[in-house]
């Protein structure tokens, strides 16, 4: 059977039990293991959703956060280097954000240690 995208073969691969969706694995640490091990073990095809340390696409560039005193907010992220556009040549992490506003927005609403 002939696929003209990848959608139409990620769809072809559910419908015949051939697609695990996996959510929340780290870039790092197991993406490569996970993959590695169901090619030798010939399982199926492995779908990596909502990445660790990966900004999810679905937000449209803003962040849901919860507080202890029960409030929430919604931010749209104002810098571009808080959510950058990630293509599987470059996935920029650790990169340094020096007077990032969304940062400092982050940073206002954090507890921290008070004191000297």
């Known amino acids: 059977m002939a696929f003209t995208d990848l959608r139409t073969f990620i769809d072809g691969a559910a ?5 695990k969706v996996i959510d929340g694995a780290h870039w790092n640490l197991e993406i490569g293991c996970l993959t590695e091990l169901m090619a030798e073990q010939e399982g199926p095809l492995l779908l990596f959703d909502k990445i660790v340390d990966y900004p999810a696409s679905y937000h449209n560039k803003a962040g849901g956060f919860s507080f202890a005193d029960g409030h929430s907010e ?3 992220w104002q810098d571009g280097r808080t959510a950058p556009n990630i293509s599987k040549a470059d ?7 020096a007077n990032n506003k969304d940062v400092f927005w982050m940073q206002e609403r954090s507890t921290r240690m ?3």
């Open 15 to 19: 419908r015949i039990g051939e697609l």
């Open 91 to 97: 996935r920029p992490l650790d990169v340094t954000s």
């Open 74 to 76: 919604i931010k749209k």
């Open 114 to 116: 008070s004191g000297p």
